[in-house]
């Protein structure tokens, strides 16, 4: 599971950077092709994030908000 939130987090970085306020605040030129590449980081991002966490057991004895 740490594989997978280093592996997460470094996928998330380009992300921020290209489709948040923060491309325009650090003045990055703009990329062509980049809402595809943030579409394609993000879906790999959030499948990576389910898939671990619907393969870990749950070890909390706290009540599962969403089930």
Same mark, same amino acid.
């Given at each position: ?7 997460? +987090? ?6 921020? +950077?290209?489709? %948040? ?5 650090? /003045?990055?030129?703009?990329?062509? /092709?980049?809402a595809i590449v943030? +579409?394609?980081? %993000? ?7 389910? %898939? ?8 909390? %004895?706290?009540?599962?908000?969403? /089930?």
């Amino acid at each position: 599971m740490r594989r997978r939130f280093w592996i997460s +987090l470094v996928a998330t970085i380009p992300v921020v +950077l290209v489709q %948040s306020p923060l491309h325009d605040l650090l /003045g990055l030129p703009t990329v062509p /092709g980049a809402a595809i590449v943030a +579409l394609a980081l %993000s879906l790999f991002v959030y499948a990576a994030g389910a %898939s671990s966490s619907s393969k870990e057991p749950a070890t909390s %004895s706290a009540p599962a908000i969403l /089930g």
